[in-house]
């Protein structure tokens, strides 16, 4: 699946050059606050097909739809409900994606078959100058080797997708270092499917019902790509309550709050001043003992609060 023609990649700080190739049927990765987008015209269909492609991902994990303004919405989803509505004005642009119902326009490949969308309006400046270049709303996968930890530089992308796109927009590593958080609007009442820098609590601030997503076995995946291995090195990840317990085994590498007994012991060693500092740093942690070809990542747990949660479940599905 991975084998396609070598294509030239080219490399561009400037989003007006980067839009271009999405108005023209290509793939143009770009930054956004969370992690590195694959960006695509959401309403070419073979342009779709191509972002499967490059990224080796399975048809049935949905993309999100990323758009330059709110008035844009309208071209994806059918309606916006009350809900969703209070979500929009108080946290776009940022890190949170809502799951409206779609327009019959948005073709079942971007949203794999299901009747939902989710549409993102990110924050990061350079995404939302190439955006409004596109003209067009962006679908838009993290821009990673499906499988592998999303990319929050550029050199990340180029890593893995070198020769497979026709372009990457450079600009800073990403704000916060993990996804969006994703809530589900399309129902009675709202669900959060994915965790991330927008906190349940902070939903729940604005429409006190939302809830949390609780899998149930014998309902069909709400979130699709939540079943997917994700987030995940090559190394095996070990997650540990307390830095001071861990014994570090051969070529093993350590990420977390505080430094553990015999630091030196470790290939690489990273303590990160907060929550937000561990999840600015854990995808690129995890691919950098990759590069090392480290054998195990051991990863302290942080509180279950606030990005600490998200950072957790990252965790987790890491460790799995
Ligand atoms: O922060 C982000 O969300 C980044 C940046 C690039 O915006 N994008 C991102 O996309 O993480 P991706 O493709 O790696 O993850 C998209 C996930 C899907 O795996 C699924 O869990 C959820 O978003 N999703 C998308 N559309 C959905 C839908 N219609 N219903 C439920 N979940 C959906
Ligand atoms: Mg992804």
Not at 283 to 299: Q, S
């Amino acid at each position: 699946m991975l084998n396609t023609t070598k294509i030239q990649t080219i490399l561009t700080s400037d989003p007006k050059k980067a839009a271009k190739f999405i108005k023209s049927g290509g793939l143009a990765a770009f930054p956004t606050e969370t992690v590195y987008g694959l960006g695509v015209d959401v309403f070419n269909r073979a342009a779709i097909e191509k972002v499967f492609i490059a990224k080796g991902r399975p048809g049935d994990n949905p993309l999100i739809v990323h758009v330059a303004n709110r008035d844009d919405i309208g071209l994806i989803a059918v309606e916006i409900p009350p809900s969703a509505q209070k979500f929009i004005e108080k946290f776009y642009p940022g890190p949170l994606t809502v799951v409206l119902r779609k327009r019959s326009e948005i073709s079942d490949l971007v949203t794999a078959g299901l009747d939902t969308v989710g549409v993102r309006m990110p924050l990061n400046r350079l995404a939302q100058e190439f955006l409004r270049g596109c003209g067009t709303p962006v679908a838009a996968p993290s821009a990673n080797l499906s499988g592998r930890p999303s990319p929050t530089t550029w050199q990340a992308v180029y890593e893995d997708l070198n020769g497979r796109i026709d372009c990457i927009l450079q600009g800073e590593a990403t704000d916060i270092g993990l996804e969006s958080t994703v809530v589900d609007c399309a129902g009675i009442t709202p669900v959060v499917l994915r965790q991330g820098a927008v906190s349940l609590e902070q939903l729940q601030e604005v429409v006190p019902e939302t809830q949390s997503y609780v899998p149930d076995s014998s309902e069909i995946s709400r979130s699709p790509g939540m079943k997917h291995r994700h987030y995940s090195p090559s190394a095996k990840v070990v997650l540990v309550n307390d830095a001071k317990d861990v014994l570090a085994a051969e070529d093993s590498a350590f990420i977390g709050l505080s430094k553990p007994e015999n630091a030196r012991a470790f290939r690489l060693v990273k303590i990160c001043a907060d929550a937000a500092g561990y999840a600015h740093e854990l995808y690129e942690f995890f691919r950098e003992c990759d590069r090392r070809g480290l054998k195990t990542i051991y990863c302290e747990l942080p509180d279950n609060a606030g990005l600490g949660v998200a950072l957790l479940d990252r965790l987790r599905r890491a460790a799995e």
